[in-house]
């Protein structure tokens, strides 16, 4: 294969590429010059949609709230691997069984450890006295 005939081959991308930016391009231009422009003072709040807040819009979450968006996330990411190595097992065979068995393993044992340092636990924690001072009361 020679250089020119290379050329020809980068030609669609490069050519898909950009009238994939021209249309972006465009489209933002034209909401620029298209959309309203309403000075409201609703829109200059940090609100969704510009609706004006009935209280105060600092509301505090429990830390449990994103520890359970991260194990979303991480299981989530689990299964999207799991289903891949399901359509393809067959061609995957005995090393793609290994090596997804090795996965869960590993997951299990991550999950294992979070049991056991408490991070699934939910409740007030509890004090722990140190060693020593536990056997002096």
């Known amino acids: ?14 050519v898909y590429s ?11 231009g034209l909401s620029y010059v298209l959309g309203p422009r309403l ?27 994103y520890l359970v968006a991260m194990f979303f996330v991480i299981f989530d990411l689990e299964m999207v ?3 891949a ?8 065979g005995w090393t793609g ?8 393993i590993l997951l299990l044992i991550a999950l294992a450890y979070l049991w056991r340092s408490g991070a699934l636990e939910w ?7 140190p060693a020593a001072r536990a056997r002096a009361s």
Request: glycine share 8%; net charge positive; no cysteine.
């Open 1 to 14: 294969m020679n250089n020119a005939a290379a050329g020809y081959d980068l030609l669609p991308l490069v």
């Open 18 to 28: 950009a009238l994939a930016f021209a249309l972006v391009g465009i489209m933002v």
């Open 39 to 65: 000075g409201r003072r609703a829109n200059l709040l940090p609100f969704e949609s510009g609706i004006m807040p009935l209280g105060d819009t600092k509301v505090r979450f429990p830390v449990q709230f």
């Open 81 to 83: 691997f799991i289903f």
């Open 85 to 92: 190595w399901a359509v393809a097992l067959r061609a995957a």
């Open 97 to 104: 069984y290994i090596a997804m068995l090795g996965f869960l």
């Open 123 to 129: 409740g007030p924690q509890k004090r722990r006295l």
